[in-house]
């Protein structure tokens, strides 16, 4: 059974035009994560929600709004798509243990191309 | 200068190879130290992680961590085709929110190809 699972896999969409990518974690976890990996590998943070609040937003356009139905949920919308939005968007979820670590489990990644 | 700083590579090896990959930090309140393997077209998956100095090994792999120079290292022993992917190094510093969660920084990742 796939632990974290994201639809779609694969998102080709023209300019201005708005897209949503779903996430789902059957973990039991109460913390997930949207990441952006860009054309050079490189994985940034966006957005972390705990039991479906917001609680890291790393200075990411408001043309990104995340939504969480649920713990075991987190969708990432997106208005006005920007060429510079093409790259990978990767969920993950974690179990906070109260500690600074907590060991982060990544979904397969939707590919984003913005033509 | 970024936070944390990889070689993107590639990094070429024969099999058989022993494989040193590194990362070099800047921010001193990093406290847990990962090494994270990415597959093409898949998402990363945590290999080992390790706390403030010191080595950790778990079977061909070796975490080697030294706060004072702010590096650390990942060793693959007897390095099989099936390690070729991308290593990416992932920090963490306590996020002062609710109790503290873990904010990862990861490195850009190091493409290592392991030739039979």
């Known amino acids: 059974d796939t632990a974290v699972s994201q639809t779609p896999k694969y998102l080709v969409t023209q300019m201005g035009n708005d897209k949503s990518i779903k996430c789902e974690q059957n973990l039991g976890h109460d913390t997930m994560y949207w990441y952006k990996q860009d054309s050079k590998k490189f994985l940034k943070i966006m957005f972390s929600?705990?039991?479906?609040?917001?609680?890291i937003n790393e200075t990411v356009p408001n043309r990104f709004s995340p939504k969480s139905p649920d713990k075991a949920h987190l969708n990432l919308h997106i208005n006005s798509l920007e060429l510079g939005d093409s790259a990978v968007y990767f969920c993950?979820?974690?179990?906070?243990?109260?500690?600074?670590?907590?060991?982060?489990?990544f979904g397969p990644g939707t590919r984003l191309t913005v033509l | 200068q970024k936070e944390v700083e990889q070689d993107p590579g590639p990094l070429s090896v024969p099999e058989g190879a022993i494989v040193s990959l590194n990362c070099t930090y800047s921010?001193?309140?990093?406290?847990?130290f990962m090494w994270y393997r990415q597959y093409s077209r898949k998402g990363p998956e945590l290999l080992m992680y390790?706390?403030?100095?010191g080595n950790k090994e778990d079977g061909r792999f070796t975490a080697q961590v030294d706060k004072s120079s702010k590096y650390i290292s990942l060793f693959i022993r007897d390095s099989q085709p099936s390690d070729s992917a991308t290593y990416l190094c992932?920090?963490?510093?306590?996020?002062?929110?609710?109790?503290?969660?873990?904010?990862?920084?990861f490195g850009k990742g190091t493409m290592l190809l392991v030739s039979p």
């Open positions: 993950a979820s974690s179990q906070e243990r109260g500690s600074s670590y907590n060991e982060q489990f």
């Open positions: 390790t706390y403030s100095s």
């Open positions: 921010n001193s309140a990093f406290q847990y």
């Open positions: 992932a920090m963490s510093v306590e996020t002062l929110v609710r109790g503290g969660y873990s904010t990862l920084t």
């Open positions: 929600y705990n039991n479906k609040e917001l609680i």
